[in-house]
C-alpha cells in the first residue's frame, strides 16, 4: 500500500480527483447563487408588478368612488323632482296608459337605470 502511495503516477490521479472534485463542488456553488440571484430578480419583478397593479387600482378605486359620490348626490334630486311633479301635476284616476306608450315608458326606465348617458331616451311617438 505504501508503494501504492509512493507511486508518482497514483499520487497525479489522486491530486486530479481531488481538483475536478473541487472544481464541481465550486461549479455547483456558483450555480446555486446564480440561481438564488435570478430567483431574487424574479420575485422583485413581480413585487414591482403586483405595486404597479396596487397603484392602478387605488387609481381605479378613487375615479369609482368620485362616480359614486356623484350618484349619490344626484339620486336625492331626481326623487324630489319625481315627487314634486307627482304631487304638482297628478295624474287623474281614470287614466289609461296604452301599451305602446307602456313600451316607451319601460324603455326609458330600462336606459335610465343602464346609466348609459350617450345613449338618447326614446322619444314620444
Known amino acids: 500500500m505504501i508503494a ?16 475536478m472534485s473541487g472544481l464541481w463542488g465550486y461549479g455547483k456553488y456558483q450555480f446555486h447563487v446564480g440561481y438564488q440571484a435570478a430567483e431574487n430578480i424574479r420575485h422583485l419583478a413581480d413585487l414591482e408588478s403586483f405595486k404597479s397593479e396596487s397603484m392602478r387600482l387605488q387609481g381605479l378605486s378613487q ?9 349619490r348626490e344626484a339620486q336625492p334630486k331626481i326623487i324630489e323632482r319625481y315627487n314634486r ?12 296608459i296604452d301599451a305602446d306608450r307602456l313600451r316607451e315608458l ?3 326606465i330600462t336606459t335610465a337605470n343602464t346609466g348609459k348617458s350617450g345613449q338618447p331616451l326614446p322619444g314620444d311617438r
Not at 501504492?4 to 481538483?19: D, S
Not at 375615479?63 to 350618484?71: C, G, M, Y
Open 106 to 108: 319601460n324603455a326609458a
Open 63 to 71: 375615479n369609482l368612488e368620485a362616480q359614486l359620490s356623484t350618484l
Open 4 to 19: 501504492l502511495l509512493t507511486n508518482r503516477y497514483v499520487l497525479i490521479a489522486i491530486a486530479m480527483v481531488a481538483g
Open 85 to 96: 311633479v307627482v304631487i304638482e301635476k297628478p295624474l287623474p284616476g281614470d287614466c289609461i
